[in-house]
């Protein structure tokens, strides 16, 4: 038989009517749903880059508690709120109250710090609506009657990278050139040198709702606009703890280090076609933090097929698969073949 864990919580009662009061990103305070009161908390910018020797470790209890379904009793009609898996912040499904789990009953550490919200749902549905009807290849009948049925807000746990690279490099590349009777010719050379670069607050994501490449569709986030983490920001929000391993997204940020180095690498040199490349790097000035970034999902259907788009709950970027008109893609394809074409035919009698 199932057993559900109980746990503390944090919950903030509202000072004039007894309510349960959110966090509210029009006005970055707390808000009362019930008779609209306000109320402040505080905010600190001051929170830690851990160095990398000091990684955290996971250990049996942690992995336990992901698979475990936890409950929370609502201080304000006394129902038993249940959180899934990972989850540690959610609102009472009876009187709407938000709750959030007290940090010294998670069996690992709490995030370092947040950005918080800075945009409502009702907000993020208009900037959904506005970015849509920029967006060429989306049908025109979408566009005029573009909405979101379902809305979400999420902070997404995430981990953030720094370090100080370099990088030894070596390899083969081709580049194309025409003579004076219009041949064409290919030349290889081989480049070799060192590479210096710093990384600031590569992001990698560690949630079971976004992937890494859904993240990156609406990057970047602005780190200058980060607090320390307070439970306050998280009322009333879905937040999971992490779900992928710290060793499994610091393996995803090295990579994507040497990714950009390699892309910094090449756009200095003029080629066509890289035939080799390898590359050697050393890190130094290691630092993480744990961090969790605000994100809406927007769910919607057209013409009987669903879509969850992504959106930047800072910057209100959107990310994800939109429809697509096959109409104008074709007039996109034709319109490049037929321009290639008539390039083709000028060198032809050039």
């Not at 249940?82 to 998670?106: D, F, M, R």
């Not at 009322?235 to 390699?262: P, R």
């Not at 992504?310 to 394809?333: A, D, E, R």
């Amino acid at each position: 038989m199932e057993t559900n864990k109980r746990l503390d919580s944090v919950f903030q009662k509202c000072p004039n009517c007894g309510g349960g009061m959110n966090f509210d990103p029009n006005s970055q305070n707390l808000f009362c749903e019930h008779c609209a009161s306000t109320k402040d908390f505080e905010k600190s910018k001051d929170y830690k880059k851990h160095p990398i020797s000091e990684k955290p470790t996971q250990n049996k209890a942690y992995d336990e508690w992901k698979q475990e379904n936890k409950t929370i009793h609502c201080k304000t009609c006394g129902a038993e709120i249940i959180l899934h898996k990972l989850e540690y912040s959610q609102k009472c499904p009876y009187c709407n109250s938000s709750y959030v789990t007290e940090g010294k009953t998670l069996p690992s550490f709490v995030p370092d710090s947040i950005i918080p919200f800075q945009f409502n749902e009702q907000k993020a549905v208009e900037i959904f609506k506005q970015k849509v009807k920029k967006k060429f290849y989306v049908p025109r009948p979408f566009k005029k009657n573009a909405t979101a049925e379902n809305i979400v807000g999420i902070y997404v746990p995430s981990f953030s990278f720094d370090a100080l690279t370099k990088s030894q490099y070596q390899g083969v590349l081709e580049e194309s050139y025409r003579d004076a009777d219009g041949h064409t010719h290919f030349r290889r050379f081989s480049i070799s040198g060192t590479k210096n670069m710093r990384h600031e607050d590569l992001l990698v994501e560690s949630s079971s709702l976004i992937n890494q490449t859904e993240l990156k569709g609406i990057l970047p986030y602005d780190m200058s606009g980060a607090y320390k983490f307070s439970e306050n920001f998280i009322l009333g929000y879905v937040v999971e703890h992490f779900a992928q391993t710290f060793d499994s997204c610091y393996d995803d940020a090295k990579k994507a280090m040497e990714k950009q180095i390699k892309s910094s690498i090449l756009r200095n040199y003029s080629y066509t076609s890289e035939i080799s490349f390898s590359m050697t790097t050393n890190y130094s000035d290691e630092k993480y933090a744990y961090r969790l970034v605000p994100m809406y999902q927007l769910g919607f259907v057209y013409k009987n097929k669903p879509y969850v788009v992504q959106m930047n709950g800072q910057t209100g970027k959107i990310g994800g698969k939109m429809p697509v008109s096959g109409l104008k893609v074709f007039f996109t394809v034709l319109f490049w073949i037929v321009i290639i074409a008539g390039i083709v035919v000028l060198s032809n009698f050039c």
